[in-house]
């Protein structure tokens, strides 16, 4: 009796371990970042997330005359993003829709533009990723910090000028904790066109960090919101050329008559220390003979000149932060007829409830436009927006 009774125990203690070892049937399910789901054999991963923005606004008449010539209600921004791996943690994946009217680039395409990332990206090792698809390109600091990750309500007018936005193509990336290498070969035309011109888009961009690497990738998101205990810079160098550029814009814009060669330089910095945050940029956009024209005589041209932009905000204890921001955009002699001088000086406040997730955005603005020994034209713009994602 006590040999069988001994064999009886050693196979429930077996069964039992089988049983612990034998995968789920059903997905694993976790909460964190949105909602992850992976699969039971671990094959695949799901992270779901949306966010949206929605935003109340007003402009004035002029800078003296304080009625109101514009006013702005609408939904700004509503995603859904889709991120996880395929067959190995080392094969991402990312996927991002937007369906607002104002986030579809309607105006300038006349065709809801919903796809705004479809990429894939396979790690070679811990510091070596390459990827092909559909996503932003490597350009300056405040475009590709995720509209959902800013101090204020919008980027400035500097990066609405002269950004390179997205683009479909192949992108490697190369991190260390001191620097940080990336470069990408797209077809630049921007984003979901269906045919590319002869010309490619060439962009590289290299990062410096002499203080080291950013808590929780705070070079990536604005705002010292983790409050850094030791002082963290860091400095970006980039270059794009858009060879036989189709749009005024380079990878955005309406269409121009005949292409141009584009040239986009930029340098940006980014300091962050226990809850004070500085960041700047410049960019210089470049081509020969900006403007176009067809049989008729109408004009389309390349938006060529310069743009600064300046920002600091201090996070205090209880997450209220308080923003400044002056921007300033100068076109080129070429389209001086077609374009004006613009700066804007911007002061915000912001109420943090979960991070960049879930927060309360508030901000005044004085627009000023003018040309040179010519009367300066003054607007109030006033916003509030709230966002909240997961």
């Known amino acids: 009796?006590?040999?069988?009774?001994?064999?009886?125990?050693?196979?429930?203690?077996?069964?039992?371990?089988?049983?612990?070892?034998?995968?789920?049937?059903?997905?694993?399910?976790t909460f964190g970042k949105g909602l992850g789901i992976i699969a039971p054999d671990s094959t695949f991963s799901l992270n779901l997330r949306f966010r949206i923005q929605n935003r109340f606004a007003f402009k004035t008449e002029s800078g003296t005359d304080l009625n109101i010539s514009e006013v702005e209600a609408r939904v700004r921004r509503m995603r859904l993003r889709f991120d996880g791996f395929v067959h190995s943690p080392k094969l991402t994946y990312v996927l991002q829709l937007s369906f607002s009217r104002g986030d579809m680039d309607y105006e300038s395409l006349n065709f809801p533009n919903v796809i705004r990332d479809a990429y894939v990206q396979y790690a070679v090792?811990?510091?070596?990723?390459?990827?092909?698809g559909q996503t932003k390109l490597p350009g300056n600091r405040q475009r590709v910090n995720s509209s959902g990750d800013l101090q204020l309500a919008d980027r400035s007018i500097v990066n609405?000028?002269?950004?390179?936005?997205?683009?479909?193509g192949a992108q490697f990336i190369y991190k260390t904790s001191f620097y940080v290498l990336r470069g990408a070969i797209s077809s630049g035309e921007g984003r979901n066109i269906t045919s590319s011109d002869k010309g490619l888009a060439y962009t590289g961009r290299f990062e410096l960090l002499p203080f080291g690497a950013f808590t929780n990738g705070g070079d990536y998101f604005e705002g010292d919101l983790v409050r850094e205990s030791k002082p963290k810079l860091s400095i970006g160098f980039v270059s794009s050329f858009n060879e036989n550029a189709a749009r005024t814009a380079g990878q955005l814009g309406t269409y121009l008559y005949e292409g141009r060669d584009i040239k986009t330089n930029m340098v940006d910095a980014l300091?962050?220390?226990?809850?004070?945050?500085?960041?700047?940029?410049?960019?210089?956009?470049?081509?020969?003979n900006p403007i176009t024209t067809n049989e008729d005589g109408d004009e389309r041209y390349v938006y060529t000149g310069e743009g600064q932009n300046y920002q600091g905000g201090y996070v205090f204890k209880n997450n209220v932060e308080v923003v400044g921001r002056y921007s300033s955009v100068i076109p080129t002699q070429a389209i001086l007829s077609k374009e004006k001088y613009k700066e804007e000086y911007t002061l915000g406040i912001n109420k943090y409830i979960k991070g960049h997730r879930v927060k309360l955005q508030g901000d005044i603005t004085l627009q000023s436009s003018y040309r040179p020994q010519s009367r300066v034209d003054h607007a109030w713009m006033c916003r509030f927006q709230i966002e909240a994602g997961i």
């Open 125 to 132: 090792s811990k510091q070596l990723a390459v990827g092909l």
């Open 1 to 29: 009796m006590r040999t069988l009774f001994v064999i009886a125990i050693t196979m429930m203690l077996s069964a039992s371990t089988q049983a612990q070892v034998k995968p789920s049937p059903v997905p694993y399910f």
């Open 271 to 288: 300091f962050k220390y226990k809850g004070f945050s500085l960041a700047g940029e410049y960019i210089l956009r470049e081509t020969n």
């Open 160 to 168: 609405s000028t002269f950004n390179i936005d997205r683009d479909f």
